[in-house]
């Protein structure tokens, strides 16, 4: 079975700082690590994916995280906070070891305030 | 945009009903996912069909019920509705499985459905 923990529901951070959003997951097979972000009342939008390349991973917006097998986390970090960051932020896994089987399991999100 | 769509998206019924969300995938992805958002119990799994076969299931309960037609379009049959069931459900898509770009979802807007 696989899980997703998001430590930190809220985190505040002031514009320019840096962003750290916590992710740890568990998981029996290699697991594909992603991270959504979700604006209010919008649907979710794909941030960044780990599919077992680069350990490195970049995503849109000036966002990236580090797949840690050690440690089992994929933190998503930004070296500075824009205000248009203000979102609610999830961290999902995805079990691929059944064919055609693809779905995600999420964290409980973790809601990113920018102070001004 | 994420090219998936859904409609209606807001929803407003009495408990008893019974009420039919409707999607749309994007253009070639055969992969439709069905999830549910509430406050308590977060972002959860639904349903998964491909190419008009079901192929996971998740935590759905089984007054609701799902169907992938041959144009890919899918719908979600929610009945006998009760307050709990108030949440916001999301629908997704995926390509067909290739290297590279396995378990990537698309989501659409949503539908916001009240339970009155």
């Known amino acids: 079975a696989q899980s997703v923990t998001q430590l930190g529901s809220h985190v505040s951070v002031s514009e320019g700082a840096l962003v750290l959003l916590r992710c740890n997951y568990s998981?029996?097979?290699?697991?594909?690590l992603f991270w959504y972000v979700q604006y209010p009342n919008q649907g979710l939008q794909l941030l960044l994916k780990?599919?077992?390349?680069?350990?490195l991973v970049k995503g849109i917006n000036g966002f990236e995280a580090e797949f840690k097998k050690s440690e089992t986390s994929f933190h998503l970090t930004k070296p500075s906070a824009h205000m248009s960051d203000a979102a609610e932020y999830f961290c999902?896994?995805?079990?691929?070891?059944?064919?055609?089987?693809?779905?995600?399991?999420f964290g409980t999100g973790t809601r990113l305030t920018i102070i001004p | 945009d994420s090219g998936v769509t859904q409609t209606p998206k807001h929803l407003i019924t009495a408990t008893g009903q019974r009420v039919t969300l409707r999607c749309s995938p994007r253009?070639?992805?055969?992969?439709v996912y069905w999830y549910q958002q509430s406050l308590d119990q977060g972002l959860q799994f639904l349903i998964q069909?491909?190419?008009?076969?079901?192929?996971a299931k998740g935590n759905i309960l089984e007054r609701f019920s799902a169907q992938q037609f041959p144009d890919l379009h899918s719908e979600l049959n929610l009945s006998s509705l009760e307050l709990g069931d108030s949440a916001l459900y999301f629908c997704?898509?995926?390509?067909?499985?290739?290297?590279?770009?396995?378990?990537?979802?698309?989501f659409g807007p949503g539908t916001r459905l009240t339970v009155l």
């Open positions: 780990y599919t077992s390349a680069a350990t």
């Open positions: 998981s029996s097979v290699p697991p594909y």
């Open positions: 997704a898509s995926s390509v067909h499985l290739t290297s590279g770009m396995r378990g990537e979802q698309f």
């Open positions: 999902a896994v995805s079990e691929t070891s059944n064919f055609g089987n693809e779905k995600l399991t």
């Open positions: 069909y491909y190419n008009g076969e079901e192929r």
């Open positions: 253009s070639g992805d055969l992969s």
